[in-house]
């Protein structure tokens, strides 16, 4: 039977759309309330002291490492297994991206893998809560901390997710949301950026404004800085769904609990969740075993009108990395390669109901 199930669509209600309407109606575009009101909803949240908004998380992490000084002939230490924004802004300051692999269940950076990869050029690590699961954050920051290594959290798909209780985010010195369509929340493009530090959170300010001070009650330029800033319009977006987080990861979490349950075809490895943690499950990722093909399984998904593809690559494969730094991918990063190229991720989101994912699980328990 055919059907029609996308992979992901997003949460936007009447009084959502009706927002953004009083905000166009207003004229006021840019800068405007919506933009601070989002960022006291981060502030608050996550009990941090400074939020900024900036246009994606992408230009969150940029102006983190720019921020921190980071530069040609340092080192950052990444996953393997990422989306590629995690390592471009590596890149994009001139440094290089030290990748480190996953751990292969919860397709998270391997902690016990972080010590052997830090040199004395090693400036900074981020560890990213890839799928919406916060990575061992905890042990991460212990080992950093030791080596007085900045920790900035690529929490661009992950809001709503703890370790111990805590907010992935609020365990490093930088956390960086994503507000993009694929992610819990969303403006559009967007993106978030909390710390408790004032000094970081004043140029995080200026940065994203073209190097702005009004300190001395006039307009002056005190850094050469990029325009990272976000419509009002986009941020009321947010700012409505940002309302309903709590019930999204709720409706969210009832579909995964379905797929957990009824997925039971031994040549699919479920995801897994370790005890200190909660799921957003910003992405339903599984692992197909040596007899299934990827995109194999793709094309015949999209047969019945379920959509899936491939959950987020082995970043030193890609073309632009593997011809720069030529690593032999699959042998160093065994992990990444096999969530690279035997993962799968299922339509999972609010516009779904258990029907849906009841007969996605059981084509797949055909396979
Ligand atoms: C989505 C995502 C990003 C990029 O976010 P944008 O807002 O699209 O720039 C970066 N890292 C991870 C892990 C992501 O999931």
């Not at 991206?97 to 391997?110: G, H």
């Not at 699959?330 to 029907?355: D, I, M, Q, R, V």
Request: proline share 4%.
């Amino acid at each position: 039977m055919f059907q029609n199930i996308p992979l992901s669509r997003p949460d936007i209600n009447e009084q959502d759309i009706n927002l953004v309407n009083n905000v166009l109606r207003s004229g006021k575009l840019v800068q405007g309330e919506y933009v601070s009101k989002l960022e006291e909803e981060f502030k608050n949240s996550h009990g941090s002291s400074h939020a900024i908004v900036v246009s994606n998380a992408t230009a969150a992490l940029h102006l983190s490492l720019k921020i921190l000084g980071i530069k040609e002939g340092d080192e950052v230490i990444v996953p393997a297994f990422s989306y590629i924004a995690t390592a471009n802004v590596v890149e994009l300051v001139g440094a290089t991206p030290i990748f480190v692999d996953i751990n292969e269940t919860t397709f998270n950076l391997n902690a016990e893998l972080l010590t052997r990869n830090i040199t004395n050029r090693t400036k900074a690590v981020i560890p990213v809560h890839e799928f919406g699961l916060a990575c061992d954050i905890k042990r991460i920051c212990e080992i950093a901390g030791s080596y007085k290594l900045p920790v900035i959290e690529d929490a661009a798909c992950s809001l709503g997710a703890k370790q111990n209780d805590k907010h992935t985010g609020t365990f490093g010195k930088i956390g960086c949301f994503s507000l993009h369509p694929r992610k819990s929340i969303t403006s559009g493009e967007g993106g978030v950026i909390i710390t408790n530090e004032e000094i970081i959170a004043k140029k995080f300010f200026q940065l994203r404004n073209h190097g702005i001070s009004t300190i001395s009650g006039k307009i002056d330029f005190v850094d050469a800085g990029y325009n990272y800033r976000l419509t009002d319009f986009q941020a009321a977006l947010a700012f409505s769904q940002f309302k309903r987080l709590d019930a999204i990861l709720e409706y969210k979490k009832m579909l995964a609990d379905i797929y957990l349950r009824e997925i039971t075809n031994p040549k699919i490895l479920m995801p897994q969740v370790p005890k200190d943690r909660n799921h957003t499950w910003q992405t339903f990722h599984v692992l197909l075993d040596e007899t299934l093909d990827q995109f194999t399984v793709i094309e015949q998904l999209k047969q019945y009108g379920i959509e899936t593809n491939i959950g987020a690559q082995c970043i030193p494969a890609q073309t632009y990395f593997r011809n720069k730094y030529t690593l032999n991918a699959s042998k160093l990063f065994p992990n990444a390669w096999k969530a690279y190229t035997k993962g799968l991720a299922l339509p999972l989101h609010t516009k779904l109901n258990e029907t849906d994912v009841l007969s996605v699980a059981q084509l797949l328990n055909k396979l």
